[in-house]
């Protein structure tokens, strides 16, 4: 059964940091990405890994946040450093299968998380 569990979500204050966890289970997935969907927004791409661990960050994101993949445990992490409130979103992990890089596009991934909520006060 595929089956992607976030964690690690939370309130803090701007300019705090969070770690977000996914575990994946199921299937072994060559790319994987975090989205995060605002309320009243689009769901949108803000980092992914590839299989070659090449990454991809959305430009909000860069120099903030860290994507990284354990493969022995088939595990996605996301360090966010410097948080903004804009940052306050819903965050979800996506796994894609058989493919050999990674774009921050939904139609991209098969598989989705449940989500996790990210609140960051100013």
């Known amino acids: 059964q595929v089956q992607l569990v976030e964690s690690g979500g939370g309130s803090v204050q701007a300019g705090g940091s969070l770690r977000l966890s996914c575990a994946a289970s199921g299937h072994t997935y060559t790319s994987m990405g975090w989205f995060r969907q605002a309320p009243g927004k689009e769901r949108e791409g803000i980092a992914c890994?590839?299989?070659?661990?090449?990454?991809l960050y959305r430009e909000s994101v860069k120099g903030r946040f860290i994507i990284s993949k354990d493969n022995a445990v088939n595990a996605l992490s996301l360090q966010m450093n410097s948080l903004k409130p804009e940052d306050t979103a819903m965050y979800y992990c996506?796994?894609?299968?058989?493919?050999?890089?990674?774009?921050?596009?939904?139609?991209?991934?098969?598989?989705w998380g449940q989500g996790t909520q990210v609140t960051v006060s100013s």
């Open positions: 996506a796994a894609a299968i058989g493919a050999r890089f990674c774009v921050l596009s939904n139609s991209f991934y098969n598989y």
């Open positions: 890994i590839d299989r070659d661990d090449d990454t």
